[in-house]
């Protein structure tokens, strides 16, 4: 925490006086979780620029060897054995307190829902990957299904209902986001009185754009991540702490 910015209790004492609570959250979040972040000193991208191609449309739906990569990936992915940390729990803490009220989270691990926050006020703005989709036809389905497939020796397996790409069901780099979930993420931030802006660098739009919309709607920002962000000079606390520590230490207080 900078030295002068307030103390927890000083942060906690806003989310209690807050009408409207909302948190942005980002791979900073997940990362206790053992899934590696993008672009942090170790992220996937940062080790591996080439790897960034795999979450770009334009390259993923035009060559195959960029699929087949990504369909590894998934495979060999984290995800599947991560559990919630300390973090996610603490928000569904604040939840149950009565100290928030919206989450829009840019990961698509599924696990704040795993946490146990309600889904009604969760927005995944990225998607989620723990469910796969046609990119032709707009079927739907599980991943784990089209894994299978995978695992049992197809490197680029095709939609069994009209032969179409499939891909995860999260945003790619070049694609549009879901209308009605930006529409939710920021209207939730007009409304916020404070936004948790938790382990996300902030460079990200639209989601990064959620935090300038709230400020200008008078809301108080609060940033907690190990980096700093092109937000921290506009935040009223800015925090370098570990979330897995600040977040339970922060519902406590409230």
């Known amino acids: 925490m900078r030295n002068d910015a307030p103390d927890l209790e000083t942060v906690a004492g806003w989310l209690r006086g807050a009408s409207s609570v909302v948190a942005l959250t980002g791979a900073g979040i997940s990362t206790e979780s053992g899934i590696p972040d993008f672009r942090g000193p170790n992220g996937v991208w940062t080790k591996d620029p080439a790897a960034e191609k795999t979450a770009t449309l334009e390259y993923y739906m035009g060559d195959p060897e960029v699929r087949q990569r990504a369909w590894q990936n998934r495979l060999k992915s984290e995800m599947w054995s991560a559990e919630p940390n300390a973090a996610h729990h603490a928000l569904v803490d604040l939840e149950r307190k009565g100290a928030l009220q919206a989450l829009v989270t840019q990961n698509v691990d599924g696990l704040h829902l795993l946490a146990g926050q309600s889904p009604e006020i969760v927005v995944e703005i990225h998607g989620n990957v723990r469910e796969a989709k046609c990119m032709s036809c707009g079927w ?8 299978e497939r995978v695992r049992t020796g ?7 209902h009209c032969g179409g790409i499939l891909k995860s069901a999260t945003i790619s780099f070049g694609e549009n986001l ?3 979930d930006l529409d939710r993420a920021q209207r939730a931030a007009e409304r916020a009185d404070v936004l948790l802006a938790l382990g996300t660098s902030l460079v990200v739009f639209p989601a990064a754009a959620l935090p300038e919309i709230a400020r200008r709607a008078g ?3 609060v940033i907690v991540n190990a980096e700093e ?3 921290d000079p506009i935040a009223d606390a800015v925090m370098r702490d570990q979330l897995g520590e600040v977040l339970p230490a922060l519902a406590a207080l409230v």
């Open 219 to 221: 809301a108080r920002l």
């Open 229 to 231: 962000t092109p937000f």
């Open 154 to 160: 197809d490197p680029d397996p095709a939609c069994e």
């Open 178 to 180: 879901v209308a009605d």
């Open 140 to 147: 739907r389905g599980p991943m784990a299904d089209v894994l």
